[in-house]
């Protein structure tokens, strides 16, 4: 049973060009989230995906935009890079259980390293 | 505003000794907390989680517990092992929230010498 995969493991852009990173949840998994993790800090919550829609967002600016696929699968999209967007960028995975609760328990992928230079 | 503190970066115990690693959170809202472990080129991973009707909830070498009142979790491993090596991450999240967002410290660095 594969886990949370997430492409490509590590990527180099230049400051203006836009990026998209890929995700595959866990088998069984319909909700998809995204994290940014700078060096030395915990992830911080960019979005969720849900039924192909963003269904909460965090702090972070519009060019920051993703999207779901009808298989669960998920990309996060980024514009007009910045050099402050070098980080991991992690994804997570959960069910969503009956009665509409997402499962208070998120999978996480081993995430791309995007650098920008 | 960082709502979820770890402030400790590092901790360093011996093989064998009790691992304590601390979290503290400001937002009265949470009521589920969840503790991650790191290995370097890998993403976290699900150690143990606890709900706000609880104080402790253990699995194995680990117990988390939690306080309330003071708005803090800890997290005992016993007896700690060198493959416990790792950078470990406390979350929190609003378990009404259906939407599931946590929201993460900034991680302890614990190393288990021999």
């Known amino acids: 049973d594969a886990g949370v995969t997430q492409s490509p493991t590590h990527l180099i852009k230049t400051r203006g060009q836009q990026v998209t990173l890929r995700c595959s949840p866990k088998s069984g998994h319909d909700t998809v989230s995204w994290y940014q993790q700078a060096l030395g800090q915990g992830p911080q919550f960019i979005f969720q995906?849900?039924?192909?829609?963003?269904?909460q967002r965090g702090n972070f600016p519009d060019r920051f935009s993703g999207h779901q696929f009808p298989n669960y699968s998920s990309e996060l999209n980024v514009n007009a890079l910045l050099l402050g967007d070098s980080a991991l960028y992690l994804c997570?995975?959960?069910?969503?259980?009956?009665?509409?609760?997402?499962?208070?328990?998120?999978?996480f992928g081993a995430g791309t390293r995007l650098s920008v230079l | 505003d960082q709502q979820v503190k770890q402030n400790s970066p590092s901790l360093s115990v011996q093989e064998g000794r009790i691992s304590i690693l601390n979290c503290d959170y400001t937002n009265s809202m949470f009521d589920y907390f969840l503790w991650y472990k790191k290995y370097p080129a890998e993403g976290p991973t699900f150690l143990i989680s606890i709900s706000s009707i609880k104080d402790k909830n253990e699995d194995g070498r680990f117990t988390v517990f939690l306080n309330k009142s003071a708005k803090h979790l800890s997290l005992h491993i016993v007896p700690s092992q060198p493959g416990d090596s790792a950078v470990y991450f406390c979350?929190?999240?609003?378990?009404?929230?259906?939407?599931?967002?946590?929201?993460f410290g900034a991680g302890t660095q614990v190393v288990v010498t021999p």
């Open positions: 995906y849900y039924e192909e829609e963003e269904r």
């Open positions: 997570a995975s959960s069910p969503r259980l009956a009665g509409g609760l997402a499962k208070n328990i998120q999978y």
């Open positions: 979350a929190a999240s609003v378990a009404t929230d259906s939407w599931g967002k946590f929201q």
